[in-house]
């Protein structure tokens, strides 16, 4: 062969690819010639038409040759290819060539056209020819504005010609109805888009000489429709029952007469029927169908029938169009008149005429003839019953069930429920022929039909036997014999019905993608008379229309001839119909209105051709070198004479295999074209014998599926419930592998017609694809197998098998005598790992085709190895299924049962004796059974499972005297194994650390693709991630973990769920709960549950934590050893925004004890005291709503004792107490005027109180201060302030590591701080509370701390002072969280009840008291912190002038004393406490000052109501500081009598800022600032230095504070009093401040005149 080729070499050019060869048609004995005139250039493509053909090379260039009459003289023959230059510049994709008219398509999907344009098929108007390619412009006029369609693919037909979208739609021009427009007009010369198949994805069109062809995907599976039970059309019943002999049938099978398809697909179709004047007198017309839903499997057919009347459809009727008669039509006026025609038919035999014209689909007449009839149909004697008719329609429009006289009685529904669609036909398409392997295949209602069973969740198997032959189920136009089913066999058939599983592929979306789909129909339409269109019969189509017998036939391509059609499927097989004169169809079967298979010879059919009145098939040959066949008109010469004759089978075209390797053939009129490679380097032939492979592969795994898959699952007794399953999921998995290498044989085919670039191999490409369906198939079926599933199946698949031995010994190439049925199944199931190997050898050899350094060779290196990996690591896989299923043969039965898991696998056991347990007894017996999930432990009758996520290994060390021991941790247990021999040990901790590695890492089918296989770690990690159930432990017994684990011991986050309900999430510490977790606990008794965020230590709750529980409470606060222990707040009631109750303060071991304030809200009584097992003990203050004010000793939650009692008047008890508001023993009660009566009382506050005793008037001259006596004495009786909230203290000691204030040590306090920060922002980062961006900037300063070396300096006070103010920013620092706690428990205390102007004093102590003690804790962290009054000495190099410091500017942060800086707690921490807590604390100021600022307020709004003049005059401000001029509003003015709020503007706007600032230092500030600014006004008016005298300033001030018009003055000078420095009383500021007080004072005791 090799000499030939090189013979064959031309001198233009060894050229490899794309190599064209040409011989004329219509021989056997043929001499293919090469066509020269390319100058080297590689074909990519070939079309030929009757006398001229056109060639794509690979540059995009397109070359024509043969007869070109649009170009030159008619008869002129061009034999070397002629470049088509107008199309230089375009890059063409795709040409394609009609009779005598050519298309080409561009890159970017322009269409062009030339050549014969008689018929318009150029889609250029009033040209009958068209000699240069001229652009077609075709435009979607469905858009707005107007889209251009983007073309992908053309095919041409004698007058017409279709384009492919790239959205998948099909756009036509020229003449006739082959276009599928819905049009009367023609030529159409604008490019119209297929309406009838819009929505629709099409794959491929063809088109022959006069009718067109497409393949179109199928559409996804739709729910199961409910059946109507009348034709929409003709109202007649879809269903019949006919009474035979001797059963009944009940079929499906409706005609309807009115003889119009209503469409499948479409709710609505105009439906066109010229009608006409019948007999009777009236015209019938097919209007619109109606809207109706389809039944899924058994559809609803029509059909045309016509009586009498001598016309004939014959092929040799003279009529080209459509051959339809007119005469003799006999129409009907009513439904009544056609059930008593079709009844009143005679018996003769209606073959002949239904073979030409039952239609089964929306069909219309060709408008060239004005029809009277819609459909009429064909002579011939009428001579069949409507049983009869039935019959012979059988097996043409659905399969029938017939049922005995007695299944009659079921009502007509239930038999169609209960039988479905289950069918057992054995008729084929001539009605008598019984069919070979290669009919047997699943219909697509098969399919939909299971899927939606399986959509019901039926988890059992069916007998899917209804398929049994290729006219079952089908919608054939053709008639056939109706299978006369037995009652014995349907009563089986209803049997089976029960189960169900679904053998269609599983369809995998991503491959369906990828990859050329199988699920697919063939729609043809144009004229039929040759029965070309498939239909069975021989009428024309105006609409594309679904060729029913190809459903699920899985065609992947089509080829249209003159007369016939060809549909090569993926099972390498050809469907052809159409016109068989010259033997085109390679079959001699008639009729030849349907498809058949045509009969070839070679291996498998890969690529046809379809030329004028023949066919080629390209098909694999034994050493996988493409043979081409031939069929169709044979001349042959003899004694000079041509005779005509035609093949009766495909030939082989010797002469074609010896040109090298044919990579797609081209049929045309009067050549035919080859398209070849030469095999340089083994390329070639390496892609051949891949592709040619794997179609052989599939057409395997096919027939496994259907001759033995399919059988097997429609068995009885197939075992339980679980094999059952384990069947199914094998059976789906191996039919998405069988659908996935269908997929890649039909890929294969069109990457040989292409460029053939070895890296666009669908294998390399997607390689992951492949990989997972076999590594998914290998799961399944090794499952399978583990399970005894194969010994389940032979049992009840005996007499099948054994009826079908030799097709499966042929399948599993297992030629061997006396084989065990199991083997045999074994054999088949586990044949297509084989072919990994395969792929692995083919892509290696195709590598060698390359440089070493090249990427191609990489790539195809690499992924041979992969595949070469799977393989092998598939193969251990199966290894390990077999080891495993021996040993369940040998292994005790009870125990199996509860062992044996489908994915379960053995590793080692020790049966052996090779491993024992230390100090077992002496007679007991331990073996050990390591599996890949758990190592089990089995004891005479019992075992113990432990899961190997959870099982921790050891050797241990000799020198114990452990000897070849083995320690296994387990959570509940811990145990010595020990090993007969070093060897032995080794074996075991190596199989053990091996399996718990995989074990954690997932399922042992992860696979490192390209890696050098999967080497597992020795060593598995002793920190992991595990579920477990607790079987033992009795804290944990039956709960779930669900998380991290150390050794044996949850360790790190995780899960724990109890079986009661219990469950706790967060953070473990060496098996118990430790850290931050939630925990919740279900109250049955409420339906609710308790629910814990918080702290847990050693498996308590133990810190601050937040406890809800099921009654409403809710506890916020710290816990120790699971109860409440600690500083805590407690809401009582069912809303807890609006709780009843509150408390704030500290608890004991689950008690109130120590402080704490108790807001009963229902009552409106504050507590505020000392509290002892959960009840008032000591001394407290109560205050309630009404103004009451009571502090004294408390026993047993009553007022007991002494105490002070005060009322909203001002009235005063002072004395005994025995309960709540009740006087009992001596006292003393003081009325507001003054008097008081001593002695005894008894009897409750506001309800009459009985007095013995003494009263005093006292002296009127009496010193004053001596007058409120009582009220002086207030806060003697309550508790100390720095008694108050020392939990709250405590527990910020505690977090710095301190047992007690000041006690410990300093830097593991602020090591503590870090670690506080650091785990607080990391439990926030886990929260779904973001921290905001300034938050988080505080926390990353927070992390340095504050250094301090040599002596310390105002800086070094300064950086502490602002440390301090960050870390009080966040709650998340120590500091912060206390500053927090002590501004919750101060508001808590002093809003709302606590809101009583008696409580000031108090609220102003328990200040003071924080102050003290938070400069205790920052003295502790900062050392060199002097004390309390201490002074700070100036540096030598700071210049005296800092006293600007203080001299009011802007900055109040830096607030410091002189001379020197005093370090004081007011000056340190009331910037940062002062501003949190001046809410409360100011109102507390407002209400006690309530009516001395009445009196003030009173005042000034009066003396306000004078002008500037008449004011200052008033007030004896000397003139001389009287301003002449004021600047309003930027302007100079002059003082007028009339000016008001215009002098010292500015000092009174600096002095009304008092009222914005929190600290006292800030409002002396502010006073110190209004004094300058007074100062500076009266400078500007005197222009000269002086100094002032209080006399002068005085005045000038208190002008200023009336004008500044502060409401609550009196507070803000309280306020400062009681909170400013005691060093700044006598200071300057002091001063200046005495002077504001004065003013205060002044004002409420000025009188006007």
Request: glycine fraction near 8%.
């Given at each position: 062969m090799d000499s030939q080729e090189r013979s064959s070499e031309e001198a233009e050019g060894a050229k490899e690819r794309g190599l064209v060869y040409v011989w004329k048609a219509g021989s056997c004995s043929v001499t293919p010639e090469r066509l020269l005139g390319l100058s080297g250039k590689t074909v990519l493509q070939a079309a030929l038409g009757i006398h001229h053909g056109l060639l794509l090379t690979e540059g995009g260039e397109v070359y024509s040759f043969g007869k070109l009459p649009w170009r030159s003289r008619p008869e002129e023959c061009v034999n070397s290819?002629?470049?088509?230059?107008?199309?230089?510049?375009?890059?063409?994709?795709?040409?394609?060539?009609?009779?005598?008219?050519?298309?080409?398509?561009?890159?970017?999907?322009?269409?062009y056209m030339w050549g014969d344009n008689s018929a318009g098929q150029c889609a250029v108007t009033n040209q009958p020819c068209v000699p240069e390619p001229q652009l077609v412009s075709i435009c979607?006029?469905?858009?707005?504005?107007?889209?251009?369609?983007?073309?992908?693919?053309?095919?041409?037909?004698?007058?017409?010609?279709?384009?492919?979208?790239?959205?998948?739609e099909i756009w036509a021009w020229g003449s006739g109805c082959q276009l599928?427009?819905?049009?009367?007009?023609?030529?159409?010369?604008?490019?119209?888009?297929?309406?009838?198949?819009?929505?629709?994805?099409?794959?491929?069109?063809?088109?022959?000489?006069?009718?067109?062809?497409?393949?179109?995907?199928?559409?996804?599976?739709?729910?199961?429709?409910?059946?109507?039970?009348?034709?929409?059309?003709?109202?007649?019943?879809?269903?019949?029952?006919?009474?035979?002999?001797?059963?009944?049938?009940?079929?499906?099978?409706?005609?309807?007469?009115?003889?119009?398809?209503?469409?499948?697909?479409?709710?609505?179709?105009?439906?066109?029927?010229?009608?006409?004047?019948?007999?009777g007198g009236k015209s019938v017309t097919a209007g619109q169908s109606e809207d109706f839903q389809k039944p899924l499997v058994e559809q609803h057919r029509l059909v045309g029938l016509d009586s009498e009347g001598p016309s004939g459809l014959s092929s040799s009727d003279g009529r080209e169009d459509n051959g339809i008669s007119s005469s003799g039509n006999t129409l009907f006026s009513d439904k009544k008149e056609v059930k008593e025609y079709l009844i009143g038919l005679s018996d003769s035999s209606l073959n002949e005429s239904l073979n030409k014209n039952i239609c089964t689909e929306h069909e219309q007449p060709s408008q060239e003839e004005q029809l009277s009839a819609c459909i009429p149909g064909p002579p011939g004697s009428s001579t069949s019953t409507l049983n009869s008719l039935v019959a012979s329609c059988a097996s043409a429009v659905g399969v029938r069930v017939a049922a005995t006289y007695e299944a009659g009685a079921l009502s007509l529904k239930k038999v169609m429920n209960f039988y479905g669609t289950s069918s057992s036909e054995s008729g084929s398409q001539s009605g008598s022929r019984s069919p070979g392997p290669e009919a047997l295949k699943d219909s697509r209602e098969e399919q939909v039909r299971l899927e939606s069973m399986q959509g019901k969740k039926s988890s059992s198997l069916v007998d899917i036997r209804e398929e049994e032959s290729e006219g079952g189920s089908r919608r054939l136009s053709l008639p056939g014999l109706l299978s006369q089913v037995s009652p014995r066999l349907l009563r089986k058939v209803g049997r089976a019905k029960m189960r169900t599983v679904a053998l269609t592929p599983t369809y995998s979306g991503e491959a369906?993608?990828?990859?050329?789909?199988?699920?697919?129909?063939?729609?043809?339409?144009?004229?039929?008379?040759?029965?070309?269109?498939?239909?069975?019969?021989?009428?024309?189509?105006?609409?594309?229309?679904?060729?029913?017998?190809?459903?699920?036939?899985?065609?992947?391509?089509?080829?249209?001839?003159?007369?016939?059609?060809?549909?090569?499927?993926?099972?390498?097989?050809?469907?052809?119909?159409?016109?068989?004169?010259?033997?085109?169809?390679?079959?001699?079967?008639?009729?030849?209105?349907?498809?058949?298979?045509?009969?070839?010879?070679?291996?498998?059919?890969?690529?046809?051709?379809?030329?004028?009145?023949?066919?080629?098939?390209?098909?694999?040959?034994?050493?996988?070198?493409?043979?081409l066949y031939y069929c169709g008109q044979e001349t042959t010469t003899e004694n000079n004479l041509n005779e005509n004759s035609c093949t009766k089978s495909p030939v082989l075209l010797v002469a074609c295999s010896k040109i090298g390797y044919i990579s797609n053939v081209i049929a045309g009129g009067d050549n035919c074209l080859a398209l070849v490679d030469k095999n340089v380097m083994g390329y070639i032939a390496s892609l051949h014998e891949l592709a040619a492979t794997e179609r052989r592969f599939y057409f395997k795994l096919s027939e496994i599926k259907s001759q033995v898959l399919r059988p097997l699952l429609g068995l009885d007794n197939l075992g339980n419930a679980n094999t059952i399953q384990l069947l199914q999921e094998m059976a789906s998995r191996f039919s998405k592998l069988c659908y996935l290498i269908g997929q890649h044989g039909a890929s294969l085919s069109s990457f040989l017609h292409g460029v053939k670039e070895a890296r666009s191999l669908a294998i390399l490409k997607h390689s992951s694809l492949f990989l997972d369906s076999y590594t998914e198939y290998c799961t399944s079926v090794t499952n399978f197998l583990v399970m005894g599933g194969f010994m389940l199946l032979a049992k009840p698949a005996i007499d099948f098998l054994s009826k079908n031995q030799e097709l499966l010994q042929k399948l599993s190439e297992k030629n061997e005598e006396n084989l065990q049925l199991v083997e045999v199944l074994n054999a088949l199931f586990f044949m297509p790992f084989g072919r990994l190997h395969n792929y692995a050898r083919t892509l290696l050899k195709l590598a060698t085709c390359f440089e070493v350094a090249s990427p191609e060779y990489q790539k195809l290196q690499d992924s041979s190895s992969c595949y070469e990996n799977l393989a092998v690591h598939l193969s251990r896989k199966m290894k390990e299924a077999e080891y495993t299923l021996g040993f369940w043969k040998t292994f005790p039965g009870k125990m199996t049962d509860s062992l044996r898991k489908p994915e379960r696998r053995l590793i080692c056991e020790s049966s052996n004796r090779g491993l024992s347990l230390q100090h077992a007894g002496r007679f007991s017996v331990n073996w050990f059974i390591l599996f890949n999930?758990?190592?089990?432990?089995?004891?005479?009758?019992?075992?113990?499972?432990?899961?190997?996520?959870?099982?921790?290994?050891?050797?241990?060390?000799?020198?114990?005297?452990?000897?070849?021991?083995?320690?296994?941790?387990?959570?509940?247990?811990?145990?010595?194994?020990?090993?007969?021999?070093?060897?032995?040990?080794?074996?075991?901790?190596?199989?053990?650390?091996?399996?718990?590695?995989?074990?954690?890492?997932?399922?042992?089918?992860?696979?490192?693709?390209?890696?050098?296989?999967?080497?597992?770690?020795?060593?598995?990690?002793?920190?992991?991630?595990?579920?477990?159930?607790?079987?033992?432990?009795?804290?944990?017994?039956?709960?779930?973990?669900?998380?991290?684990?150390?050794?044996?011991?949850?360790?790190?986050?995780?899960?724990?769920?109890?079986?009661?309900?219990?469950?706790?999430?967060?953070?473990?510490?060496?098996?118990?709960?430790?850290?931050?977790?939630?925990y919740r606990v279900p109250n049955k008794a409420l339906n609710k549950e308790d629910h814990y965020v918080g702290y847990w230590k050693e498996g308590k709750m133990c810190g601050h934590g937040v406890y809800s529980y099921a009654t409403g409470e809710v506890y916020e606060g710290c816990f120790q050893d699971n109860m409440r222990h600690g500083h805590g707040l407690l809401r009582s009631g069912k809303l807890t925004s609006s709780s009843p109750s509150m408390f704030i303060g500290q608890w004991i071991m689950d008690k109130k004890s120590g402080y704490g304030v108790f807001d009963d809200i229902t009552r409106g009584e504050k507590y505020m005291g000392m509290w002892q097992d959960d009840l008032c003990q000591g001394n407290g203050v109560v205050v309630t709503q009404f103004g009451l004010y009571y502090e004294g000793a408390f026993s047993t939650n009553k007022m007991m004792g002494t105490g002070i009692l005060l009322s909203e008047d001002d009235t005063v008890y002072e004395g005994e107490f025995s309960d709540n508001w009740t006087l009992s023993g001596k006292g003393t009660l003081t009325l507001p005027n003054g008097d008081y009566i001593e002695g005894l009382f008894s009897g409750e506050w506001g309800s009459g109180i009985k007095i013995t005793g003494t009263y005093f008037k006292p002296s009127l001259y009496e010193n004053e201060k001596d007058k409120p006596k009582a009220l002086r004495k207030l806060g003697i009786l309550a508790v100390s302030p720095d008694e108050k909230w020392k939990a709250v203290f405590e527990e910020c000691w505690n977090q710095l590591g301190c047992e007690s204030p000041g006690q410990g040590d300093r830097w593991k306090a602020w090591d503590n701080i870090a670690v506080a920060l650091t785990t607080n922002r990391r439990q926030h980062k886990d929260s779904l509370e973001l921290l905001s961006r300034s938050h988080t900037q505080t926390l990353e300063s927070l992390e340095f701390i504050p250094q301090h070396i040599g002596a310390f300096t105002l800086e070094k006070y300064e950086n502490i002072k602002k440390y301090l103010i960050k870390a009080c920013d966040t709650p998340l620092h120590p500091l912060g969280k206390l500053v927090e706690t002590l501004v919750a428990v101060y508001r808590m205390t002093y809003v709302g009840v606590g809101a009583n102007r008696r409580l000031l004093q108090e609220a102003v102590r328990e200040i003071k008291s924080y102050l003290k003690r938070i400069f205790q804790l920052v003295r502790f962290l900062f050392p060199d912190l002097p004390e309390e009054g201490?002074?700070?000495?100036?540096?030598?190099?700071?210049?005296?002038?800092?006293?600007?410091?203080?001299?009011?500017?802007?900055?109040?942060?830096?607030?410091?004393?002189?001379?020197?800086?005093?370090?004081?707690?007011?000056?340190?921490?009331?910037?940062?406490?002062?501003?949190?807590?001046?809410?409360?604390?100011?109102?507390?100021?407002?209400?006690?000052?309530?009516?001395?600022?009445?009196?003030?307020?009173?005042?000034?709004?009066?003396?306000?109501?004078?002008?500037?003049?008449?004011?200052?005059?008033?007030?004896?401000?000397?003139?001389?500081?009287?301003?002449?001029?004021?600047?309003?509003?930027?302007?100079?003015?002059?003082?007028?009598?009339?000016?008001?709020?215009?002098?010292?503007?500015?000092?009174?706007?600096?002095?009304?800022?008092?009222?914005?600032?929190?600290?006292?230092?800030?409002?002396?500030?502010?006073?110190?600032?209004?004094?300058?600014?007074?100062?500076?006004?009266?400078?500007?008016?005197?222009?000269?230095?002086?100094?002032?005298?209080?006399?002068?300033?005085?005045?000038?001030?208190?002008?200023?504070?009336?004008?500044?018009?502060?409401?609550?003055?009196?507070?803000?000078?309280?306020?400062?009093?009681?909170?400013?420095?005691?060093?700044?009383?006598?200071?300057?500021?002091?001063?200046?401040?005495?002077?504001?007080?004065?003013?205060?004072?002044?004002?409420?005791?000025?009188?006007?005149?």
């Open positions: 290819p002629v470049l088509e230059n107008t199309l230089l510049g375009h890059r063409i994709i795709t040409v394609a060539a009609g009779s005598f008219h050519n298309g080409a398509v561009t890159e970017s999907g322009v269409v979607d006029s469905e858009t707005s504005p107007l889209l251009s369609v983007r073309i992908l693919q053309l095919a041409c037909g004698e007058e017409h010609t279709l384009a492919l979208s790239l959205s998948r599928g427009l819905i049009t009367t007009t023609f030529p159409v010369t604008k490019p119209q888009k297929v309406e009838h198949l819009a929505g629709r994805v099409v794959l491929q069109i063809a088109c022959g000489a006069y009718h067109s062809l497409a393949l179109v995907q199928c559409l996804p599976v739709q729910e199961m429709k409910p059946i109507p039970e009348r034709c929409n059309h003709c109202s007649q019943p879809l269903i019949t029952m006919t009474d035979k002999e001797d059963h009944v049938i009940i079929s499906d099978s409706h005609c309807c007469p009115l003889g119009v398809a209503l469409s499948d697909n479409q709710p609505e179709n105009h439906i066109f029927c010229p009608s006409s004047d019948t007999p369906d993608a990828l990859l050329p789909s199988l699920r697919t129909e063939v729609w043809s339409w144009g004229k039929g008379k040759e029965g070309q269109l498939g239909h069975g019969d021989v009428l024309p189509r105006l609409q594309p229309l679904c060729v029913k017998s190809l459903d699920g036939k899985e065609v992947i391509h089509l080829s249209a001839g003159g007369h016939h059609s060809l549909a090569l499927t993926a099972k390498s097989q050809v469907y052809s119909w159409g016109s068989n004169i010259s033997g085109q169809l390679g079959h001699l079967n008639s009729p030849t209105t349907v498809p058949r298979l045509a009969k070839v010879c070679g291996d498998g059919i890969w690529t046809t051709a379809a030329g004028l009145d023949y066919s080629l098939f390209l098909a694999d040959e034994k050493d996988f070198q493409p043979g999930d758990a190592l089990v432990h089995a004891q005479f009758s019992t075992h113990h499972i432990f899961p190997l996520s959870t099982l921790w290994v050891e050797a241990l060390s000799e020198e114990a005297g452990n000897v070849n021991g083995l320690k296994i941790t387990t959570p509940e247990e811990q145990f010595v194994l020990v090993s007969s021999t070093p060897q032995e040990k080794t074996k075991w901790l190596r199989a053990i650390s091996q399996a718990v590695d995989q074990a954690l890492r997932g399922t042992s089918d992860m696979i490192l693709y390209g890696a050098g296989g999967n080497v597992p770690r020795q060593e598995p990690p002793i920190s992991r991630s595990a579920k477990y159930t607790f079987y033992k432990d009795p804290r944990f017994k039956d709960a779930v973990y669900d998380g991290r684990w150390l050794s044996g011991k949850p360790h790190g986050r995780g899960i724990l769920k109890w079986a009661d309900g219990r469950m706790y999430s967060g953070t473990f510490r060496t098996g118990l709960e430790d850290g931050y977790g939630e201490s002074t700070i000495p100036f540096l030598t190099t700071e210049p005296k002038g800092r006293r600007s410091f203080c001299s009011g500017k802007s900055d109040s942060r830096s607030e410091s004393p002189e001379p020197g800086y005093v370090v004081t707690s007011f000056g340190l921490l009331l910037p940062v406490l002062l501003p949190r807590l001046y809410p409360p604390l100011f109102m507390l100021y407002a209400l006690d000052n309530e009516r001395e600022e009445d009196i003030y307020w009173e005042c000034v709004l009066r003396l306000n109501k004078q002008t500037d003049m008449a004011l200052l005059s008033f007030l004896g401000v000397q003139a001389k500081f009287w301003p002449g001029t004021v600047s309003i509003l930027g302007e100079s003015r002059k003082v007028s009598s009339n000016t008001k709020d215009a002098c010292f503007a500015s000092a009174v706007e600096c002095l009304q800022q008092i009222s914005t600032t929190f600290t006292p230092a800030d409002k002396l500030k502010v006073i110190q600032q209004t004094f300058e600014e007074i100062s500076q006004s009266v400078l500007e008016t005197l222009q000269e230095d002086f100094l002032w005298s209080m006399d002068d300033l005085f005045p000038v001030f208190l002008y200023v504070v009336l004008r500044a018009r502060i409401r609550n003055l009196g507070s803000e000078v309280h306020l400062i009093e009681d909170l400013m420095d005691p060093y700044l009383q006598h200071g300057e500021q002091g001063i200046m401040f005495t002077t504001l007080k004065a003013c205060y004072y002044q004002i409420q005791h000025e009188k006007l005149n």
